[in-house]
């Protein structure tokens, strides 16, 4: 079983649309949750942690759910530039487990 | 503060063809991660060094693949002889000496195709 779960999309939304993505995750042990984006052929970026109490930073609001393993991401007010892949991830030890990401296209 | 350095950023190659991509990490940071990452998947980890030690290498296939890191500081990793399903980008990153795993800033990405 993987340890992150994902839909793949693609999520097509018109700009200032409201959307989430989810995932699970299968080690219920997992300390540190976070999204990471992934802009076509660049490299993965930090975009925030998932708190247990859940965290917003402007637009984006990420949750977590422990009992049911599951991590969610919501963006408000969709913008082109959001436009990416989203990457659920999760830690071990000492690195990190990334979900197959979740690919947004805004659409003007 | 300069990233994480990687070249070549693409590399063509035929199966049974040796490659060796090259990483340089942020400056002081003491661990180092090489990942695959397959088209349509999330990046996955292949080894991870702390300073010139192997933390991590359960899921590096050795039989044709191997990474270094002798000081502490760059990291090649190779590959002899690629397959077809090695085609794939290959990010290394680095992370500061005792911050958390999440703590990780990736470089731009070697692009292998193997034909």
């Known amino acids: 079983r993987k340890e992150v779960e994902q839909d793949p999309g693609p999520f097509n939304v018109p700009e200032g649309a409201t959307v989430a993505f989810n995932c699970t995750y299968s080690?219920?042990?997992?300390?540190?949750f976070f999204w990471y984006r992934q802009d076509c052929r660049k490299e993965p970026k930090l975009l925030m942690s998932?708190?247990?109490s859940g965290n917003e930073d402007g637009r984006f609001t990420a949750q977590l759910n422990r009992a049911s393993q599951y991590i969610s991401l919501l963006i408000r007010d969709s913008k082109l530039s959001d436009s990416a892949t989203y990457l659920c991830v999760t830690t071990g030890a000492n690195n990190l487990f990334f979900g197959t990401g979740t690919r947004l296209t805004v659409i003007p | 503060e300069a990233g994480v350095a990687q070249s070549p950023r693409y590399k063509i190659i035929e199966k049974r063809q040796s490659v060796a991509f090259w990483c340089n990490p942020i400056s002081g940071h003491a661990t180092l991660y090489w990942y695959q990452q397959i088209l349509g998947q999330g990046p996955k980890l292949l080894i991870q060094?702390?300073?010139?030690?192997?933390?991590?290498d359960s899921q590096l296939p050795k039989d044709r693949f191997s990474a270094e890191r002798l000081k502490g500081v760059d990291s090649t990793l190779k590959i002899q002889p690629a397959k077809l399903e090695d085609s794939a980008v290959y990010l290394c990153?680095?992370?500061?000496f005792g911050g958390g795993p999440y703590e990780q800033y990736f470089g731009p990405g070697t692009r292998l195709t193997v034909t």
């Open positions: 080690n219920s042990a997992s300390q540190s």
């Open positions: 998932v708190y247990s």
């Open positions: 060094f702390q300073n010139n030690g192997v933390v991590d």
């Open positions: 990153a680095s992370s500061p």
